[in-house]
């Protein structure tokens, strides 16, 4: 039951739920503690796509196989969670966010440059990375989930396969 209510079926990550409770905790944390730390949104592009020409089953496929790929690219202290659908977070605590947090957005796309070996087919798939970070950003863990999913549909707005960190302007706009 455990696993059920706080672990995605598809992929074996953390979903929606135990994802906001270890945000949640790592802000509790790094509050007290003086620490920082980065939250990346990644949402794939065009996803649809695969699922509409493929199926659904290399769709799943594609994002247990992402899910695998992305665990490589973070700490074990990190946490990586699938939200729903094609979407993402990672929680990162660390002293040099900003370049810390770019670092890793950088591994997540060049982990992404190999082609996805799905049921005989090639696919090849880009994100999009918002990210924001804490406390500079915002101290709240919903706030910063939201945060990083405007900066997210900024990088979609650039052009898609793109990172952008959010930034007050974004809230303006």
């Avoid at 672990?7 to 929606?16: A, F, K, V």
């Avoid at 493929?54 to 074990?76: M, P, S, W, Y």
């Avoid at 997540?108 to 994100?127: E, I, Y």
């Avoid at 709240?140 to 930034?167: E, H, S, V």
């Amino acid at each position: 039951i455990q696993r059920l209510a706080f672990y995605d079926e598809l992929t074996g990550l953390p979903n929606r739920r135990l994802l906001m409770d270890r945000l949640e905790r790592a802000v509790t944390a790094s509050t007290r503690g003086g620490g920082h730390g980065a939250l990346l949104f990644l949402d794939l592009d065009n996803f649809k796509g695969v699922n509409d020409t493929l199926g659904h089953a290399i769709g799943d496929e594609l994002l247990t196989q992402l899910g695998n790929r992305l665990v490589k690219c973070v700490r074990t202290r990190d946490v990586i969670g699938r939200l729903g659908g094609d979407e993402f977070a990672l929680i990162l605590v660390m002293n040099d966010c900003r370049s810390g947090a770019a670092l890793v957005a950088r591994k997540v796309r060049a982990a992404l440059q190999a082609p996805f070996r799905l049921m005989g087919h090639d696919v090849m798939v880009t994100a999009s990375i918002g990210i924001t970070i804490h406390p500079d950003d915002t101290r709240d863990a919903t706030t910063l989930l939201r945060y990083a999913d405007m900066a997210m549909y900024r990088a979609k707005q650039a052009g898609r396969d793109a990172t952008c960190f959010f930034t007050a302007q974004m809230n303006v706009d």
